[in-house]
């Protein structure tokens, strides 16, 4: 994962993980849960971004679940075309 410059705002992390818990509700979701709250009290860590991304990855198919109700996910996991 490249060296990225996203803006990660610990309020949109946490209203993202009440829609989850509301309306996706499932165990397999606890791994990435996990990782998004650390990176709300942790935002410059890139280390976490790349948890965040393999946490993703192994959700299958609740990622589309995932994106429609977490949208954030999708900025934080993109790379900036236009980086150095």
């Known amino acids: ?21 509301q309306y996706v509700a499932s165990e397999k979701l606890a791994p990435l849960a996990a990782v998004l709250r650390e990176l709300a009290e942790k935002p410059h860590d890139d280390a976490l971004l790349a948890r965040l991304s ?3 990855e192994s959700l ?7 994106l429609t109700y977490a949208p954030l996910i999708t900025g ?8 150095d």
């Open 76 to 83: 934080l996991l993109s790379d900036d075309p236009f980086a």
């Open 1 to 21: 994962m490249t060296e990225t410059d996203h803006r990660i705002d610990a309020a949109q992390i946490e209203e993202s993980l009440l829609m989850l818990e």
């Open 54 to 56: 393999e946490a993703f």
């Open 60 to 66: 299958g198919v609740l990622q589309g679940a995932v």
